[in-house]
């Protein structure tokens, strides 16, 4: 048998056994549970639990009959079943959720509210997670909410390919999105030319993106999603610029403070109006 085949019966969730029996059953089609024993090395005691498991959850065949024998479902048959045990396990989960939220609402939320009334006003205007996957997970979230528009800004925009799908879509759903990076002449020579890469497939890509180049450093890099000059709405995750710490040991402070995002966007608009190019610079 194949590592390829193990490997991909893995993600049925099977035991040992199980997909040991279920490979050997798509490779030698119909046969009897001594034969199956005797070509897996599974012991007689077990296979036939080992086959009900299967033919429980819809992956094989029992033909009955002396000796009962055993046939796998056609691959696709196979996903599909597994899709629909899914389906169905997730809505009774779904559904045991459901039976006790409101018992579970009006227990917790007393215990909930007295715990967060202790909470200092600098604590609730931002939280901090880690940079790399967390931040990068807070930016996609904040671009799946974002309603009307997404400011950007970075110097490259290196994670774009961690981010793009969720860019894409935001997109399509008619958000207005503007990045602000960087000008290369503040970039090393590598950064420059990854800098130079995205932006170019962004400009390919996505036309109605639109693209500056900050003629300053950039003090902080982030995203800032429907912000208001009504203090009312609005997310940010900004990280801010620490040349002598790694970017492996920094944080990203996350917030929905209606009057910090729009701060934050005050700061973007003056940047992106009278201290910035349009065009990409010439190296």
């Not at 080992?50 to 024998?69: H, Q, S």
């Not at 940010?236 to 990203?252: F, G, M, N, S, W």
Request: proline share 6%; charged share 30%; glycine share 4%.
């Amino acid at each position: 048998m194949t590592e390829d085949v193990s490997d991909l019966l893995e993600t049925l969730d099977l035991t040992e056994y199980e997909r040991e029996a279920l490979e050997t059953l798509l490779v030698l089609g119909k046969t009897s549970a001594p034969d199956l024993s005797e070509v897996t090395g599974i012991p007689k005691a077990r296979i036939y639990g080992v086959l009900d498991e299967l033919g429980n959850a819809g992956y094989i065949k029992i033909i009955p009959g002396r000796p009962k024998m055993y046939q796998p479902k056609p691959p696709a048959e196979i996903l599909d079943r597994a899709i629909e045990t899914r389906r169905q396990a997730f809505e009774t989960y779904q559904d045991s959720i459901e039976d006790i939220r409101t018992e579970f609402i009006e227990t917790l939320q007393p215990l909930y509210d007295s715990a967060s009334s202790e909470v200092s006003p600098t604590e609730n205007l931002f939280a901090v997670v880690d940079v790399g996957d967390p931040s990068e997970e807070e930016t996609r979230r904040l671009y799946r909410e974002a309603t009307t528009q997404i400011d950007i800004i970075t110097k490259s925009f290196e994670y774009l390919d961690t981010v793009e799908p969720t860019l894409t879509q935001a997109l399509e759903d008619d958000c207005t999105i503007r990045i602000l990076f960087l000008h290369p002449k503040h970039l090393s020579t590598a950064n420059q030319q990854v800098q130079r890469e995205i932006v170019e497939h962004i400009h390919e890509a996505y036309p109605s993106i639109k693209t500056r180049f900050s003629d300053k450093r950039l003090p902080w890099r982030g995203t800032i999603t429907d912000p208001s000059m009504e203090y009312d709405q609005g997310a940010a995750v900004l990280l801010v610029e620490e040349k002598d710490i790694p970017l492996h040991k920094r944080q990203a402070a996350v917030t929905d403070n209606g009057s910090f995002v729009a701060g934050l966007e005050r700061y973007f608009d003056l940047t992106w109006t009278y201290e910035s190019t349009e065009s990409y610079p010439d190296e």
